[in-house]
């Protein structure tokens, strides 16, 4: 084989596989919703299908069965989420802007993409007991983690001041937080948002010392 056949071939195999991707990602989109409503243990391939545009079949021949589809759709949502509060560590100023809007900011995204991270920390619990999840969440907690890093390590410097716990401690106490205001508030308590948004300032505070 010439090597301009060598190459149209790989530009061939590069176009369908990158067909191939974009084709679950939007089927993954599709199925997000219908995950996040209901959670794993009772969303099943046909479920997804029967609430989606989508075949039962097509599901299937673009993932290899739930376990695929579901860590796919939250590798997805946690790509937009990883990067939530860039912006607002990039225009901070002072330590008590930074301080003021990152809570602002967590208590806006429990209030629009609450059923969102539920599934997130679904599929966490679900790890503890399935293998098959495993390392998918491994990833996705190791880039939330720094995602909270970066806000408190620029935290830390704008108030002139050091981070006095390890970084996988601090992620532990402000998502720990976050997941206790996201259960308060699927429950219905209505001042959820506005208490994590209050509480997110003093916890912040703590982690750094002058």
């Not at 937009?80 to 967590?106: H, Q």
């Not at 999840?133 to 720094?146: K, N, P, Q, S, Y």
């Not at 909270?148 to 390590?153: D, K, L, M, N």
């Not at 308060?184 to 209505?190: D, I, N, P, Q």
Request: glycine fraction near 4%; charge should be negative; include cysteine.
């Amino acid at each position: 084989m010439t090597e301009a056949k060598e190459r149209t071939r790989d530009r061939i195999s590069r176009r369908q596989v990158d067909k191939f991707e974009q084709r679950r990602a939007q089927l993954a989109e599709s199925a997000l919703q219908t995950l996040a409503e209901l959670g794993y243990a009772r969303t099943s391939l046909r479920e997804i299908a029967q609430n989606s545009e989508f075949s039962h079949g097509v599901l299937h021949y673009y993932f290899a069965d739930k376990v695929d589809l579901l860590t796919h759709c939250v590798r997805q949502f946690e790509e937009i989420c990883v990067t939530r509060y860039d912006e607002l560590v990039a225009r901070a100023g002072t330590a008590e802007e930074l301080r003021r809007d990152f809570a602002a900011a967590m208590a806006a995204t429990l209030r629009a993409d609450a059923k969102m991270h539920r599934l997130w920390y679904d599929l966490r619990n679900q790890s503890l007991f399935d293998e098959s999840f495993r390392a998918d969440v491994l990833e996705i907690d190791r880039r939330r983690e720094e995602m909270i890093h970066h806000v408190v390590a620029r935290y830390a410097e704008l108030a002139d001041a050091v981070e006095q716990v390890p970084q996988a401690v601090s992620y532990a106490l402000l998502d720990g937080l976050f997941q206790q205001s996201l259960l308060r508030h699927l429950a219905g308590a209505e001042t959820a948002a506005a208490e994590l948004e209050r509480a997110v300032p003093a916890v912040l505070g703590r982690l750094v010392a002058g």
